[in-house]
């Protein structure tokens, strides 16, 4: 794998009927599923992010094992991921953080000094023991998808989507920047122009400032306006190799269906992207306690199925999730669409076990729904399309 150098949108947006270039798939078109592999592993049956962290729930493993207790890893679809070597982590983070993570989880402490340069022991990104092996596997993850879409497969990897890790320290719960390595793969593999889409409910931010020197890569992000990293501002065009769309809280099921096919998929062509990554995090949904967005799952399976259609090449990461009911059933129900999966109307109560057993801090008891524990597909969340939403798609599509 190659480290990272430096056409734009706007410098050189290749027309449709370009000499010599395939036209784009139709998103909506009916087509046979392409084959599908899922990324995982066991670490992260590990317990993580010690006590009263909003991560501190657990996420994978109940993917896993919801999918398992449906029968949706039948043959060979299941892919072990490995950790990834310091010397491959080296290719986008600096060696010095590498080896301060490494030697903060073998001693399981963090001196001050660390703690202030390397943002790592802190209440935003704790410590706790395995933490090293943990991140990096999610990078081996991501590199390893990033490989089986190269043929042809679209690979989830749920565990992915940490977007907000830096070259040289950790930031908003993210150790290292596994979407930065699955683009590197698709690069280092020749795909000369890749798409990377944010779905998660915070800005892309890492992952666009990584390759904002990048001509091959372009970067979109939808997410939810005033919060946290507060960056990715609808005139942030990272010089060109950018577009942002930060939306109102209450952003529904309407407006996204709008925003995909008038912005995203739009761009993406006007892009020529070859390849795509995606993070499609769960905390855009309307039931989870950490953001204001108001999304049902069946509008993001809709909205990354388009994005997939529409790339022979595709790797779908994970992300961003605060309510263990929804980001179980969320990617759950994300992978049954990708791989071509009937999803039960209600439950069998083997898999409706596997949920009623999650637990979490920032959800009252009082406020769980029966449907939480008896079904995949939330209730639709349609709405009206907002003003705002039209403007800020109006304004990305301009050059």
Known sequence: MTKMTGTRLDQNPAPANAPGRKSPRNPVASETARPAVFVGSEIYRQASFGRNHPLAIPRIATVMDLCDS?????????????QADPETLAMFHDPDYIEALRSADNSGCVSRSMRKQYRIGTMENPLFPGVFQRAATAVGGSILAAECSL????????????HHGRPGRASGFCYFNDPVFAILTLLDQGMDRVLYVDLDAHHGDAVQDAFAAEARVFTISIHEQGRWPYSGAVDDRAQGAARNLPVPKGFNDTELAFVIDEAVLPLAQRFAAKALVITCG?????DDPLSGLSLSNGALWTAVEKLTQASDYSVVLGGGGYNPWSVARCWSGLWARL???????RLSGQSQQILNTLECDLVDDDERCDEWLTSITDRPRAGTLRKQVCQTVASVLTN
């Open 151 to 162: 043929s042809g497969k679209i690979a989830f990897h749920p565990s992915g989507g940490t």
């Open 339 to 345: 791989v071509g999966q009937k999803i039960p109307d």
């Open 70 to 82: 449906l029968g949706w890893f039948d043959g060979n679809v299941f892919q072990h991921s490995s």
């Open 282 to 286: 769960a905390d855009a949904l309307h």
